[in-house]
């Protein structure tokens, strides 16, 4: 409750239940009533007159068209500002969807469809450099996969780390330096790379219980919950409880373990089990198996995509800050005690 967001423009849509639309008048303008309603003078008014429903809180209707709205002689330059650095958040998530989708295309043509040795039956012109060429052979065997690429089990490949939880009612385990997540923290990931978790504990909490630290670069995916099967990287060394796996590579291809994963993760999935919610298993894990092809194509893949798995880090690494210093300036530019003309906007859009 009290989440908002702007439909952008040209984008027809329904909205479900539990949701209003506010359309904004002539004399103000969309982009600033979208800051201002994160505002805390309307957050405040918000959950200041909150009802308590059947089932979930709610705020009634004559209480949102009362609500005040905080105005400024500089709204168009505050929206503006304020609006530089969701721009620069929108286009690093727009870089990096095209970025992922380069990596996880490439290996799915590469170690999926075998496409260069398909390619070659068909007689067909070769499109990679011709030292990568030759590294496809020329059939494919009566499995369906490229002849002499053998299939090996997941875990031959990974070594499979699990988490634990430290006593919770033990407070000096907890709040201190190390990230620590959960099955939450990696489902609701909206990137490749989790970077900080809701919850961190303390060296004592890590020596006193079975959580582990977890390397930066593993592929990690949520075990049992609602939420099996999701997954991302981490984009640091960060502990975890015991809801997740971890994966981590033998042989130091990490990005392209993290793309086989999500290629067989489904199979993962399908194959759960459990009593109320579905769960994967180490037997689950195990069971699995990969077309995984010569070492040095995966040595030649790994190559390739970790320039463009790093640009991924990185872009959400700067989004993480950018959406810090927008969450600092929105309330001191709505109330006034910081003015547009105080900001460098030029070093904002630098950030």
Known sequence: MGEVCQIPEGLDCCLGQRQVLLRPKHEISSRYLFYAMQSPSVRHQIFWNEGTGSTVSNVRIPILKDLRIPRNDAEEAIAATLGVLDDKIELNRKMNATLEAMARTLFRDWFVDFGPTRAKMAGAAPYLSLDLWSLFPDRLDAEGKPEGWEESGLLDLATLISGGTP??????????????????????????????TERSISESGLKNSATKIIPKYATVVVARGATTGRSCMFGSDIAMNQTCYALTSRSGHRFWLNCAFRELVDRLVNAAHGSVFDTITTRTIEAVSLVQGPKELRDQFERMVTPLFQRLLANVIESRTLAQTRDLLLPRLMSGDLRVADIDLQTVEQA
């Open 167 to 196: 006593k919770t009612d033990k407070a000096e385990y907890w709040n201190g330096d190390i990230p620590w997540a959960s099955a939450k923290d990696v489902s609701q990931c909206k990137d490749a790379f989790l970077i900080e």
